[in-house]
Nanobody
């Protein structure tokens, strides 16, 4: 099983980024997928998750700004991040919601 995340980068406050996570080696369409993040000196936290059927849930600190969605043909889960703030700076990880498999992380840096 492999999870390959991409799309991080440096953006100014108020900007947008879209993260992608390509999943292989497992039946993607039935998986509950998630994005987590970890800022320096802080614990990893759940950002958003999406079921195989497309139901979503978000952490309060990203509601209204981030959108998680998936393409079951491309075996890819996405995180569209809008209105980014400096406090969103972190390494973002895609993973199975149950934590069994993780991607390598992609750095998101929001400058003030």
């Amino acid at each position: 099983v492999q999870l390959q995340a991409s799309g991080g980068g440096l953006v100014q406050t108020g900007g947008s980024l879209r993260l992608s996570c390509k999943v292989s080696g497992i039946i993607f369409r039935i998986l509950r997928m998630a994005w987590y993040r970890q800022a320096p000196g802080k614990q990893r936290e759940l950002v958003a998750d999406i079921t195989g059927g497309g139901s979503t849930d978000y952490a309060d600190f990203v509601k209204g700004r981030f959108t998680i969605f998936r393409d079951n043909v491309k075996n890819t889960v996405y995180l569209q991040m809008n209105s980014l703030q400096p406090e969103d700076t972190a390494v973002y990880y895609c993973a199975l919601f149950n934590g069994n498999y993780w991607g390598q992380g992609t750095q998101v840096t929001v400058s003030s």
